[in-house]
């Protein structure tokens, strides 16, 4: 592996200078546009010193990228940016991961082209340090690394670049602790009064399914099916868009018939099963209606789904079983809420007698 300078005489006299990159026994040659009409002199001197230099440039990106070289054509012509767009709607990917990691990617580089070509460890390492100096928790910095990573391995699979994401360190998660509801919990929630009835069904709806926010809101009677002596709830998750199907326990049940009460409230054209307001205004309601019961944290959407994690491995359902509840594509991400249960075990243990 490495890059030579090669002088190729010209008709009229003096040299052009190209150069030969060497990669697993390949040989590219690449023109420089850099020429001399003499062949000897300050005039030659001071060329061959632009084409060293390039040659020096080469060889450095040959070592973080080395296949890039090799790639096509269309790396060359190709906007990253453009690409990146181009992916989102052939995959229909609305996400808010993406769409932010684009807005970033646009604040990051500026107003000018981002040629195809210009994409390497080097730049993506460089986005990454932009990324942590943003005013953002490290789960945000976390997706919208991931969702560059993502790209990239769409464009490597396109042999657009070389493929390097894997080379790029995610952030590390920090420890938070889950903010979740007990069973005593649950039930002053369900005694206290809300202001919005949709809201309180949909939150406690969650508590005894798992299901996110975005699930909540895209529920459409359609998604619920009778499966001979059980109801089951068939709906596309959106974090990940898989399809997923759950079976409702009797406490799912119940809220799902409190939600059908608020469906005269429906447009013509309405068929969604939650009757929800829009996110801000709902978690709006949702922790004033936690404060009126004394939770002590905010009440947020996702506490619902941390609270279903965690009140099923305190009554049995093993790890596995849990994450294909929740939709995870590895047990690893369902450990989080393991680790919630054995502090709460060992507290439980701190609280007995001793003498």
Avoid at 83 to 102: Q, W
Avoid at 160 to 167: A, G, K, Q, V
Wanted: charged fraction near 30%; glycine fraction near 6%; hydrophobic fraction near 35%.
């Amino acid at each position: 592996m490495g890059v030579s300078v090669r002088e190729i005489p010209l008709k009229e006299g003096g040299f052009t200078f190209s150069l030969d990159i060497y990669h697993k026994g390949q040989r590219k040659q690449v023109k420089t546009g850099i020429q001399t009409e003499r062949s000897t002199g300050r005039e030659y001197k001071k060329a061959r010193q632009q084409a060293e230099a390039r040659a020096a440039e080469e060889e450095a990106q040959l070592k973080i990228d080395p296949e890039a070289v090799f790639l096509g054509k269309d790396r060359q012509s190709t906007d990253f940016l453009e690409y990146f767009r181009k992916v989102m709607r052939e995959e229909k990917n609305s996400n808010a991961i993406y769409s932010n990691t684009l807005k970033h990617l646009r604040d990051f580089n500026g107003e000018k082209p981002l040629p195809m070509a210009n994409i390497c460890q080097t730049w993506a390492e460089r986005f990454r340090a932009y990324v942590d100096g943003l005013s953002l928790k490290e789960t945000t910095k976390k997706n919208y690394l991931l969702g560059l990573k993502i790209i990239l391995n769409r464009a490597a699979k396109d042999k657009l670049i070389s493929d390097f994401s894997r080379e790029l360190k995610q952030f590390k998660k920090n420890d938070v602790s889950l903010k979740y509801l007990t069973i005593d919990q649950i039930k002053t929630l369900e005694a206290t009064p809300c202001k919005y009835q949709a809201v309180r069904a949909a939150f406690l709806f969650s508590c005894f399914t798992g299901l996110r926010v975005s699930d909540l809101e895209a529920l459409k009677d359609d998604d619920i099916q009778q499966d001979s002596d059980r109801v089951t709830i068939r709906y596309k998750m959106q974090k990940t868009q898989k399809w997923e199907r759950l079976t409702l326990g009797a406490q799912a049940l119940k809220y799902l018939e409190k939600a059908k009460e608020q469906h005269e409230h429906r447009g013509a054209d309405d068929s969604r099963v939650f009757v929800l307001p829009g996110r801000a205004w709902s978690m709006k309601i949702l922790r004033a209606w936690g404060v009126a019961a004394g939770i002590p944290f905010n009440l947020g959407w996702h506490c619902g789904r941390h609270s279903f994690a965690v009140l099923s491995l305190q009554n049995g359902v093993d790890l596995y079983t849990l994450s294909k509840l929740l939709g995870h594509s590895s047990v690893k991400m369902t450990e989080i809420y393991a680790k919630v249960v054995d502090e709460t075990k060992t507290a439980a243990m701190d609280k007995l007698p001793s003498w």
